[in-house]
């Protein structure tokens, strides 16, 4: 952290008055995180700190080493009881470590002027007990597999639409992506399919075929015209 040359160190502004559990100070021009401290308190007991500070960049800021609690509207019965305003830029709530964010009522409303980004390094879930509502003209996913993944828009998909194809390992293979598993399988069952191929009497098929007689077809064909 830089210091301020003590040239530039004005110590007639400096205020400070302390006791045993209790410092207070004002106009120390010494540099701290935020520049010189314009107003300082700090409370030590039981070694607890607690600190409020306000620093010549123009920040407030509240330190305690327990729990902080903010309660408003005690004697209100209706109407907004704590407000946290970012009047020119964002809020931001961050847990540390281990720590969870809740946020509980009655009723729960976010309302954004243009996007809600809802962002999960793991899983997202939504759980409502008599059911979840979407209302927009456009709902659409990328999900690969689940029982809401996209069917029937895919190329196989579309091309086996109405058919029995796609039923099974097919299906998950066109909806899914396991094109992979399916592959393998197909690769242990080619052995199978190749002996069942060469046990095929293919002589017997030529003569069924030679036998069959298509006179009586062609007779009836030469009755109608462009068949003579």
């Given amino acids: ?136 003209p456009n709902l659409a996913t990328n999900a690969l597999t689940g029982n809401l993944a996209p069917r029937d828009v895919t190329l196989g998909g579309i091309a086996f639409r109405g058919t029995k194809v796609g039923m099974g390992d097919i299906s998950n293979a066109f909806t899914g992506g396991q094109l992979e598993s399916l592959t393998s399988s197909l690769q242990a069952q080619a052995p199978a399919l190749k002996d069942i191929a060469g046990n095929i009497d293919t002589g017997a098929i030529s003569d069924q075929l030679s036998s069959i007689d298509t006179s009586g077809l062609s007779n009836a064909l030469s009755n109608f015209g462009g068949f003579g």
């Fill in 1 to 136: 952290m830089a210091t301020r040359p003590e040239e530039l160190q004005n110590w007639t502004l400096w205020d400070f008055d302390e006791n045993p559990v209790f410092k207070f100070q004002t106009g120390n021009p010494t540099y701290g995180y935020g520049g010189g401290t314009i107003f300082s308190q700090q409370m030590e007991q039981n070694d607890q700190t607690s600190a409020i500070t306000l620093t010549e960049d123009g920040q407030l800021n509240f330190f305690n080493d327990d729990t902080i609690t903010i309660a408003g509207g005690i004697t209100k019965t209706s109407g907004e009881c704590v407000n946290i305003v970012g009047k020119n830029g964002g809020v931001t709530i961050t847990a540390m470590k281990n720590g969870t964010i809740k946020i509980k009522g009655r009723n729960i409303q976010i309302d954004a002027d243009e996007n809600i980004n809802i962002e999960s390094k793991k899983n997202v879930r939504i759980h409502g007990k008599s059911s979840i509502f979407f209302d927009t």
